[in-house]
């Protein structure tokens, strides 16, 4: 991983790196599930990367598709959504991939100005997202505003002096693979 507030300027790369159709004998709710990893964390996972991929498939019987990036912003992950929302049911973070930020000028007329990382800028396929005062944080978001996906996270970047953000990866996908034995 990388500064994060270094990640908008370098350029926007990713990757396929694994498809696995949907298995209509094991069909659910869910159709089709993306997965986006930091590249570099994934360099050093894919083992236990593509098993979390190989056991979305297994459990939900859908389309589950791995993509791997680096750099660029948060408007280059929802392009990359964007890209994949025919059908799309979700999409799963993996490592320390971009947020948008929300910002209000007076949180419920009290509280003074406020702003959030807000996911609900990647869940929202066709809503209308607008920066007014163009500081690149979102201050108004109109049109169809409900989510059309669910967005997850999986990331081990913030835990400080608790464990490296590899190894708490490791430690974080191992603990599901022994979980789903027992």
């Known amino acids: 991983a990388y500064d994060l507030s270094l990640r908008a300027t370098l350029p926007f790369t990713h990757a396929r790196v694994l498809s696995l159709g949907r298995d209509y004998a094991l069909a659910s ?27 979305i498939h297994t459990a939900y019987g859908c389309e589950t598709i791995l993509e791997t990036v680096s750099g660029g912003s948060h408007r280059d992950i929802k392009n990359l959504i964007l890209s994949y929302s025919f059908s799309l049911d ?28 807000c996911d609900l800028y990647y869940t929202d396929l066709n809503g209308e997202w607008g920066d007014t005062d163009g500081n690149g944080k979102y ?4 049109g169809h505003i409900l989510p059309e996906i669910f967005v997850g996270r999986i990331a081990t970047g913030n835990m400080g002096r608790l464990t490296a953000e ?3 990866m490791k430690r974080y996908l191992d603990c599901l693979l022994y979980t789903s034995d027992a």
């Open 29 to 55: 709710d869910v159709g089709k599930v993306l997965l986006i990893a930091e590249a570099s964390l994934y360099e050093q996972l894919t083992e236990e990367i593509q098993r979390y991929a190989f056991d």
């Open 90 to 117: 979700g999409a799963v973070f993996i490592g320390d991939i971009p947020h948008a930020t929300f910002e209000i000028a007076d949180d419920h007329n009290k509280y003074g100005y406020r702003s959030w990382p």
């Open 139 to 142: 201050d108004k978001h109109s």
């Open 166 to 168: 590899t190894e708490g």
